[in-house]
């Protein structure tokens, strides 16, 4: 058995702009990682790095420009080790709406809940950076 996390959001933004803040380092590390490099092409690694200890890497395993990007962990730790993650997009009446999903946790244990409780934090960090370009410090994130 494994685990999953879900969420959903709209972002009232053009459908480029919300692609290229889940897709390009240089907007990636505007509300996730600290330091990030990576190609949104089928089989390139991303480098999320967060600190010396969670410097962790990732296969993008599908990319589909303004519809999808999705991600399977390769170098991270024991519980996202397993995991993939993905960005689905789908314009509905001028806006863009995100179904967000994490898969393939191993347990249900203290950090995959942490991890949820932070995707939604992030998410919402996504969605200010695109609708209104606010930046919150890396050291604030969750």
Request: charged share 25%; with cysteine; aromatic share 16%.
């Amino acid at each position: 058995m494994s685990y999953s996390i879900y969420h959903d959001l709209e972002i009232n933004e053009s459908i480029d702009k919300v692609f290229q803040a889940i897709t390009e380092p240089e907007h990636l590390i505007n509300w996730w990682p600290n330091r990030c490099t990576g190609i949104p092409k089928e089989n390139e690694v991303y480098n999320f790095y967060f600190t010396p200890d969670y410097n962790w890497y990732g296969k993008v395993i599908k990319v589909n420009q303004n519809k999808s990007f999705h991600i399977k962990m390769t170098e991270s730790d024991a519980d996202w080790n397993p995991t993939s993650f993905g960005f689905d997009l789908e314009q509905k009446k001028g806006k863009i709406h995100i179904q967000f999903w994490h898969i393939g946790w191993p347990e249900c244990n203290t950090h995959y809940k942490r991890s949820s409780f932070c995707w939604a934090m992030l998410l919402n960090g996504l969605k200010n950076y695109v609708e209104s370009g606010k930046i919150i410090p890396f050291e604030k994130r969750e």
